[in-house]
Structure formats: structure tokens, C-alpha cells
């Protein structure tokens, strides 16, 4: 289960508003990539707070009432499908880390990114750290941020383009999504860089 143990090194270097950041929807075929990143007290219990895979749709919406309520700051970080589509996915993703981190405020002082990648040139001193959304609280709390908030763009999306489901499959590639692309093509909010078609 995710601890303090990644903010409390920090914390004790002087560091005292520690953003964990992590993002939602890089092996997506449609909508954009989300990050959150989410800076928490020392004092913060939220139980149950953990990665956001590991929990259910109904879970994750009721810790993000609690990580909303308890948070020091919240920021949220989105690249379109057309930034996708330019950047590719990766330097994508790492551009929507560095805005969440730069809609926080407070700013933080310090990040901790989930993985094993960041942006350059960053405006921060940061550690990137492998299944860090297992390790860290901060971490933890940016999954589900990131997650429920591209979960409710994808509804939203969903109702314009009921076909492909992704009020259920929030744009990632599943049977009926292929389906639904081979039968009415692509959309303006599917990544044009992305291979549509399955495989054979």
C-alpha cells in the first residue's frame, strides 16, 4: 500500500509542498491524455487511498470527494488528441504533467512523477519513481484525480458519439471500439496517429 515514506525524505530536505503526479488515458485511441498532480499534508488520512487501477469506478469517485476536500492543492494538466497526434503520446503525456503541476496553488516545491520518464527543462526539482502510484500517497491521489476527470470528459464525449461506447470504454481499444470505428470511421477526438484498425 502507498505511505508517506517518498514525501517524508523530501519533507525532512525542506520541501514542504510535494506534488505526486500521474496521468490517465496514454493507451487510449480516442480523447485526451489527463494529469493531475495533488500535493497533501503530512497529517492527510484518507483511507483507502490507493493506485487508481485498483479500484472501482464507484470507489475512485468517492476518494476523489475526499482527496478534493483534504488536498493542499489540486492541478489538472490535458493534452487534446491533436497535441497528441503532434507531440506523440509520450511527450504528450509529460506536457500535461507539467501544466497540472503549474495549475496547483500553491505551487509545489518539489514532484514526485509516477514512472520512470519527466519533462525537461522542468521548472521543479523531481524524482521520477517506477509504480509510483503503489508507493506514494501523493501519487496515489494524482491516479485517481487523473482518472475521474477523464472518465467524466469521455461521458461527456460519449454523448455526442454514443457508438463507441466510451462513457464504458473511455477511449481505449477495446472490440466494440474497433467495431464502431470500421463501421463510422474516426472521429475528431480519436488520435490520428494511433493505429484504428485491429490488427490481424
Not at 100 to 125: E, H, K, Q, T
Amino acid at each position: 500500500m502507498p505511505d508517506f515514506s517518498l514525501e517524508k525524505l523530501r519533507w525532512n530536505e525542506g520541501y514542504h509542498l510535494v506534488a505526486g503526479i500521474d496521468e490517465a488515458g496514454r493507451g487510449c485511441l480516442a480523447g485526451p491524455v489527463v494529469a493531475a498532480a495533488v500535493i497533501l499534508s503530512p497529517d492527510t488520512k484518507i483511507d483507502g487511498l490507493n493506485d487508481s487501477k485498483k479500484l472501482s469506478a464507484t470507489r475512485r469517485e468517492g476518494l476523489l470527494k475526499e482527496i478534493q476536500a483534504e488536498a493542499n492543492a489540486i492541478g489538472v494538466g490535458v493534452c487534446s488528441p491533436a497535441e497528441i497526434d503532434e507531440l506523440n503520446i509520450l511527450w504528450a503525456a509529460m506536457e500535461a504533467m507539467r501544466r497540472a503541476a503549474a495549475a496547483c496553488s500553491p505551487r509545489p516545491d518539489f514532484l514526485l512523477i509516477d514512472g520512470n520518464r519527466s519533462f525537461p527543462d522542468s521548472a521543479w526539482p523531481l524524482e521520477t519513481v517506477v509504480k509510483g502510484d503503489q508507493r506514494s500517497l501523493s501519487i496515489a491521489a494524482a491516479s485517481i484525480v487523473a482518472k475521474v476527470t477523464r472518465d467524466h470528459m469521455m461521458a461527456l464525449l460519449h454523448e455526442e458519439y454514443p457508438a463507441f461506447g466510451w462513457a464504458g470504454n473511455a477511449g481505449y481499444p477495446t472490440a466494440a471500439h474497433y467495431d464502431a470505428l470500421h463501421k463510422h470511421g474516426p472521429t475528431p477526438y480519436h488520435r490520428q496517429s494511433f493505429r484504428l484498425s485491429r490488427q490481424s
